[in-house]
T-cell receptor, first 115, second 108 residues
Framework: GAGVSQSPSNKVTEKGKDVELRCDPISGHTALYWYRQSLGQGLEFLIYFQGNSAPDKSGLPSDRFSAERTGGSVSTLTIQRTQQEDSAVYLC?????????????FGPGTRLTVT | GQQLNQSPQSMFIQEGEDVSMNCTSSSIFNTWLWYKQDPGEGPVLLIALYKAGELTSNGRLTAQFGITRKDSFLNISASIPSDVGIYFCAGGDDKIIFGKGTRLHILP
């Protein structure tokens, strides 16, 4: 079946502009995660959605970052007033609630470049 | 909070060699996962471990959930060029955290 998809694959934006990154999780997966990966670095947790529960926003680096998940499926990560330090690959993952809920399946990522 | 230490950071090996990498945590984990990331791609799940002492293989890859529940290792036997990439461990209890990765390079 289809995996996690993300769009756009690449985004170049000017400093100060807002950007929206989209994630389509695997159908039926109730949990959705956003991570940030800077060049050559590990995965930095940003936000986690699980079903209808309040999202875990503990990883968002500033109030310029926000995310929503509509209808328990598609998610959008919004970065307002982008800064050069926001340049990174933004990865989305989804997982199935239950015994294997920790097995996260990742999308290909969106590479964001802020000029 | 929970901390995860993954080592080594980088490995340079000859094709055909066996590889071993490990992760240790500051607290007891109920789950250990191993992922591989190729350049320009998202991480791909290789092996998932849910029981202390569990030893699981996936082709040439073998991973174990440590008895203390605070560590896990991943072995790759007879490495081949396509094994190049970044290997991440991940683990946790109610929340999963990721290690910083082991970058595997294969010398020509």
């Amino acid at each position: 079946g289809a995996g996690v998809s993300q769009s756009p694959s690449n985004k170049v934006t000017e400093k100060g502009k807002d950007v929206e990154l989209r994630c389509d999780p695997i159908s039926g997966h109730t949990a959705l995660y956003w991570y940030r990966q800077s060049l050559g670095q590990g995965l930095e947790f940003l936000i986690y959605f699980q079903g209808n529960s309040a999202p875990d926003k503990s990883g968002l680096p500033s109030d310029r970052f926000s995310a929503e998940r509509t209808g328990g499926s598609v998610s959008t990560l919004t970065i307002q007033r982008t800064q050069q330090e926001d340049s990174a690959v933004y990865l989305c993952a989804s997982s199935l609630r239950g015994t294997y809920s920790y097995e996260q399946y990742f999308g290909p990522g969106t590479r964001l470049t802020v000029t | 909070g929970q901390q995860l230490n993954q080592s080594p950071q980088s490995m340079f090996i000859q094709e055909g060699e066996d590889v071993s990498m490990n992760c240790t945590s500051s607290s007891i984990f109920n789950t250990w996962l191993w992922y591989k990331q190729d350049p320009g791609e998202g991480p791909v799940l290789l092996i998932a471990l849910y029981k202390a002492g569990e030893l699981t293989s996936n082709g040439r890859l073998t991973a174990q959930f440590g008895i203390t529940r605070k560590d896990s290792f991943l072995n790759i036997s007879a490495s081949i060029p396509s094994d190049v990439g970044i290997y991440f461990c991940a683990g946790g209890d109610d929340k999963i955290i990721f290690g910083k990765g082991t970058r595997l390079h294969i010398l020509p």
